[in-house]
């Protein structure tokens, strides 16, 4: 019985196609290990956005050398946006790498890992596989579930929309779209093994439109499947924020009160370099929207410090933004320029130092929003689905609204609470950013 072992770098949609790999290995037989010491297949999915996740991933996979000494056979397969983006090169630096398998490729890994030796993709004599596939689309595929409670179902692939300074596209390919019975296959077999709560993905996830209806149409139906209780999606993007959606956003109680939105800069000259495709009224407009009919909406965003050709005037319009908006939490990014992007021709009108200064002082305002919106929620008792004990202390568990708020609590003595259930808890405590509460003992 052949053992693998799965990281992971980067976004959810890696998550999730990694749960896709684990499925079809473990359809053949393999068994998922923890350790990689003890598998025969080490299979790395790499991330591709910033060069720092890219040198960190190759580092990485470098160190795996020491595995070959004590099992010579063993196989390691570098899979993912970097294999895609960096392929020939991987092959050079990391002799220990078996295969290169690229975003479109992944289902060739149980054949290269497990196939006959005279089957006809390995006669190939190919190391690398990381060809665009416009017809995978994960049709007919369903992930491994990693847990007994939540899931992650992707409904589609690839990009369109070519950001300046994103990579993506060029590496996922356009956007395809999963039919939408096909997702709500997936939701119902989760379902059925006891998942409560559904994760849709995509890059820009509520641009989603197929035969079956668009992205409010499917958040609709997917509440409708027996045993599902909450319903999360990202990324979404400004542009695709109707009033459609809104209005499911907002009065849908499966569809939880939290979105992802990224922003990636407050200026309105910057967002055209960048090329969104919104501005900072549309993006505002949807703010205002979630939070007039619930001022407690979990909004959390990305942001780029730095992007070429950014002035302190384009910053300071980001600082008020972020002041505007008050998100709950925010990735906040340095500029980190991707060779085959358009942005990368481009001349830096910026230091290292002063992007990094400019990242500070934004980290130092967000922290001080974040601290503030946890405060709103002291006082409050909110629902969480408890996810796991909390890391600091084994005898405390940690779950998480309905708005995403992370959320720590001790049991009573006597009372079992395990990850997956759903508790009221009155949150009544900050420690640096953990929101604390107290159980409520239902009594009816």
């Given at each position: 019985m052949k053992k693998y072992h799965l990281a992971t770098y980067g976004c959810q949609m890696n998550e999730y196609d990694s749960a896709m790999i684990a499925q079809e290995l473990d359809m053949c037989g393999c068994v998922e290990t923890s350790n990689q010491e003890d598998a025969d297949f080490i299979i790395v999915n790499t991330c591709s956005v910033r060069e720092k996740a890219e040198e960190t991933a190759i580092a990485n996979i470098s160190k795996l050398k020491y595995l070959n000494k004590k099992n010579p056979d063993v196989k390691v397969v570098v899979c993912g946006c970097m294999a895609k983006n960096r392929g020939p090169e991987l092959l050079k630096r990391l002799p220990n790498v078996s295969y290169i398998v690229g975003p479109d490729q992944y289902k060739k890994?149980?054949?290269?890992?497990?196939?006959?030796?005279?089957?006809?993709?390995?006669?190939?004599?190919?190391?690398?596989?990381?060809?665009?596939?416009?017809?995978?689309?994960?049709?007919?595929?369903?992930?491994?579930?990693?847990?007994?409670?939540?899931?992650f179902v992707a409904i589609q692939r690839g990009c369109n929309k070519r950001c300046s300074y994103c990579i993506v596209p060029y590496l996922r390919g356009p956007e395809k779209y999963r039919d939408m019975e096909d997702v709500l296959a997936e939701v119902r077999k989760a379902a059925d093994k006891g998942i409560t709560e559904v994760t849709l993905l995509g890059q820009t996830v509520n641009a989603y439109k197929t035969e079956g209806g668009n992205f409010a149409d499917l958040l609709t139906?997917?509440?409708?499947?027996?045993?599902?209780?909450?319903?999360?999606?990202?990324?979404?993007?400004?542009?695709?924020?109707?009033?459609?959606?809104?209005?499911?956003?907002?009065?849908?109680?499966?569809?939880c009160h939290y979105a992802h939105i990224p922003i990636q800069s407050?200026?309105?000259?910057?967002?055209?370099?960048?090329?969104?495709?919104?501005?900072?009224?549309?993006?505002?407009?949807?703010?205002?929207?979630?939070?007039?009919?619930?001022?407690?909406y979990g909004i959390s965003t990305d942001v780029i410090c730095g992007f070429v050709g950014e002035t302190e005037e384009d910053f300071e319009q980001t600082l008020?933004?972020?002041?505007?908006?008050?998100?709950?939490?925010?990735?906040?990014?340095i500029y980190s320029p991707r060779k085959g992007t358009e942005s990368y021709k481009e001349a830096e009108t910026l230091t290292e130092q002063e992007k990094q200064e400019r990242h500070t002082r934004l980290v130092e305002l967000q922290n001080a929003i974040t601290l503030k919106r946890n405060q709103m929620m002291l006082g409050r008792t909110e629902e969480l689905l408890v996810e796991k004990n909390s890391v600091r202390d084994e005898t405390e568990l940690r779950g998480r609204t309905d708005n995403f708020k992370k959320v720590v609590f001790k049991p009573e003595e006597g009372r079992i609470v395990k990850p997956g259930d759903y508790v009221k808890v009155k949150l009544d405590d900050i420690r640096g950013w953990t929101i604390r509460g107290k159980l409520i003992i239902d009594n009816g």
């Open positions: 890994i149980p054949e290269l890992l497990l196939g006959d030796a005279k089957s006809p993709l390995h006669l190939t004599h190919h190391k690398m596989f990381i060809d665009e596939d416009l017809s995978e689309n994960y049709l007919g595929e369903y992930a491994k579930l990693q847990n007994d409670f939540t899931t139906k997917v509440s409708e499947i027996g045993g599902i209780r909450r319903i999360r999606f990202t990324s979404p993007h400004p542009r695709h924020y109707t009033n459609e959606l809104i209005d499911v956003l907002l009065n849908n109680p499966k569809v407050g200026s309105d000259a910057m967002l055209k370099k960048m090329r969104r495709q919104h501005n900072m009224e549309q993006y505002l407009s949807i703010i205002e929207q979630l939070r007039s009919k619930d001022p407690f008020k933004a972020f002041e505007t908006c008050q998100f709950d939490s925010a990735f906040m990014f």
